[in-house]
């Protein structure tokens, strides 16, 4: 009866060099201790720790052949031999096919023909060399990802620009929601052509304040059904469906934009704590537009506020946080507004699509241009995403029930489904989602009827 030696098949390779003898390849890896009798296979898996899978795979492509009784496989000494043989050739790296070749080569012969080591030989050094080559390539690739990281954390060190503020120009637009009249300023201080603080009156009582050169209306959110999103990581967990799709929705915006003159309009994003277009897409939008960005988080507003500033220090852009429906912009003074997803977010916290909070403000000629994610009325995605936004709207996630919406507040949407999403990542509102239920993506442009 033989008996194995100390070498253990589950050490690493970098272990098994300080403790193993010059078998060769043709060596086993018996397990101390334990007499070599035949063994089923979930007892040889066992001695190796492995799987019964894996040792199944093995017998398939030839590395090991066992005894066959019957339906039951009975592993003798050979197969020792050979799974301590396969065990040290996976620790060099080689592949199953390699393998099966030097066993071949092992099997076929009494392993001293010259022309049998030699061949052996080859095969080693060509992977001796491919490990070599690999060695080399992955040099050459960490010092690249030392590069880039390198590069990114120059980026972090960018200096921020002078701060930004409510523009001059945007202070005629402002109005009370309440009574529509225009507010009185107090306490006013203006930097460059910003008015970075101040507190708004109106003679109706209503007040409102600019801190920061952002304007506080005082709506605050205050459910618990959502939280700033200050990692965005509303960007960073994607599956791969949704990472293809998603992209056409951006792109089709931007492509009816650019049928567009947008010199000198006033355009309007809001419910940025999601999606956020035109701080994505700001090096692809005029630099002379009036840009007006709301959210229900002032954060969130200060921390997009703060790269938009050191992207673009004079862009003109007035911040406002604000959670309820009634934002204090005048009538008729918005040329445009564009929205990815956008209202699709409102939705999960409004009873009412945004257009029917925004359409007065509108001008005659506005348009909406964006992107929405729908999913089939009666799903049960659509379903789990009602119970997960209690203060949404009832028709939420429908592009049939956002046109209809929007026709009973007299705008028609133009629709062009741009993908399908099957499958999603489980996190934000997609853990809702039930895969292989068709998460549709659709661009539109809405326009008065």
């Not at 008996?3 to 589950?10: G, H, R, V």
């Not at 915006?253 to 006033?266: C, I, T």
Request: aromatic share 10%.
């Amino acid at each position: 009866m033989r008996w194995a030696s100390s070498i253990c098949p589950c050490k690493t390779v970098f272990e098994q060099k300080k403790q193993a003898k010059p078998y060769g390849f043709a060596c086993f890896y018996p397990i101390g201790g334990i007499p070599m009798q035949d063994l089923k296979i979930g007892d040889f898996a066992d001695l190796y720790q492995v799987s019964k899978d894996t040792v199944r795979y093995y017998v398939k492509m030839g590395l090991l052949r066992p005894q066959v009784v019957g339906t039951q496989m009975h592993f003798g000494e050979k197969d020792k031999l050979d799974m301590g043989t396969i065990l040290r050739l996976k620790n060099m790296q080689l592949s199953i096919t390699e393998i099966r070749s030097l066993l071949y080569l092992k099997r076929m012969s009494n392993f001293i023909e010259p022309a049998t080591l030699n061949r052996c030989i080859e095969l080693l050094e060509n992977k001796a060399k491919e490990l070599r080559q690999q060695r080399e390539n992955l040099d050459a690739s960490l010092e690249l990802l030392q590069q880039e990281i390198r590069q990114l954390e120059e980026r972090k060190k960018v200096a921020h620009t002078a701060a930004s503020g409510v523009p001059l120009e945007a202070i005629a637009l402002l109005r009370c929601p309440h009574c529509g009249k225009s507010f009185t300023i107090e306490g006013g201080e203006i930097s460059r052509s910003f008015l970075m603080k101040g507190q708004l009156r109106c003679d109706c009582g209503c007040q409102m304040e600019i801190r920061n050169g952002i304007l506080l209306t005082g709506n605050l959110y205050t459910g618990n059904h959502d939280t700033p999103d200050l990692e965005r990581k509303l960007y960073h967990e994607t599956g791969l469906q949704f990472s293809i799709c998603a992209p056409r929705c951006p792109e089709f915006m931007l492509q009816e934009l650019n049928k567009r003159d947008l010199h000198g309009k006033v355009i309007f994003e809001g419910n940025i704590n999601g999606y956020f277009f035109i701080y994505n897409f700001l090096d692809n939008l005029p630099q002379d537009c009036l840009y007006i960005i709301a959210d229900k988080y002032p954060e969130v507003l200060a921390d997009y506020k703060s790269l938009m500033e050191t992207l673009a220090p004079d862009l003109k852009v007035l911040y406002i946080a604000d959670a309820g429906e009634h934002l204090p912009l005048a009538r008729e003074s918005l040329d445009l507004v564009v929205a990815l997803f956008g209202e699709l977010e409102y939705s999960f916290y409004h009873k009412q699509c945004q257009l029917q909070n925004l359409k007065e403000q509108l001008k005659p000629g506005a348009e909406l241009i964006g992107a929405y994610q729908s999913l089939p009325w009666g799903s049960q995605s659509r379903k789990n995403l009602m119970r997960k936004y209690p203060e949404g709207s009832s028709r939420m996630c429908s592009m049939k029930a956002l046109e209809e919406e929007y026709r009973q507040n007299g705008y028609s949407l133009k629709t062009k489904l741009l993908g399908t999403v099957l499958e999603t990542t489980k996190h934000h509102m997609y853990t809702e989602h039930v895969d292989g239920e068709p998460l549709e993506m659709y661009g539109y442009v809405g326009k008065k009827l």
